[in-house]
């Protein structure tokens, strides 16, 4: 009797002890030289187009100033107001060229702020303007339109400039 109570007590003790978690088996500490060769190949290309914008802001002479993420802008008018916040509704218009200084694209739209209707360079510097206000852009393509380009208009890996009103 007394050596059942002892094994008894000793299953309890034993069934009662949590196991480690295991990880899973696709789960591993490597690192994906894949991936990391594409950063590297990304980084390599967008340090490439950033000294080839600043050459160009440079060789034109343009007094603009360099954004954290890349872009060179001129606010061009400064009207009192209150720049708009994330999720408000603005109204602009922007002129698109190329670095040729060909007009390829022109309009006038209604987009909400933080919502991506409007690519990434156009819509940080829309954050610094109050209503009135206008900006020249020199936008990398990284910025602009990307790997994909704007249609027959602005072609892939393409740096352009921009003119934006805030209405």
């Known amino acids: 009797m007394k050596h059942t109570v002892l094994y008894i007590l000793l299953l309890t003790i034993v069934s009662c002890t949590h196991q480690a978690p295991q990880l899973p088996a696709n789960k591993s500490h490597s690192v994906d030289?894949?991936?990391?060769?594409?950063?590297?190949?990304n980084?390599?290309?967008?340090?490439?187009?950033d000294s080839v914008v600043a050459a160009y802001v440079r060789t034109k002479g343009l007094n603009m100033t360099q954004s954290a993420s890349g872009l060179w802008y001129k606010i061009?008018?400064?009207?009192?107001?209150?720049?708009?916040?994330?999720?408000?509704?603005?109204?602009v218009w922007y002129s698109v060229s190329l670095l040729t200084?060909?007009?390829?694209l022109e309009?006038?739209?209604t987009i909400v702020i933080g919502k991506?209707?409007?690519?990434?360079?156009?819509?940080?510097?829309?954050?610094?303007?109050?209503?009135?206000d206008e900006a020249h852009m020199v936008i990398p393509w990284y910025l602009a339109y990307g790997m994909k380009g704007c249609g027959d208009e602005v072609p892939a890996y393409t740096s352009?400039?921009?003119?934006?009103?805030r209405l």
Do not use: F, W, Y
């Open 116 to 132: 991506k209707q409007i690519i990434n360079g156009i819509e940080e510097v829309l954050m610094l303007l109050n209503k009135g």
């Open 76 to 91: 061009n008018s400064k009207n009192s107001g209150e720049k708009p916040r994330e999720l408000e509704t603005c109204k």
């Open 160 to 165: 352009i400039k921009v003119h934006l009103k």
């Open 107 to 109: 309009q006038t739209e």
């Open 33 to 41: 030289s894949v991936a990391l060769a594409v950063q590297q190949a």
């Open 101 to 104: 200084d060909s007009v390829v």
């Open 43 to 49: 980084a390599l290309l967008i340090a490439g187009e």
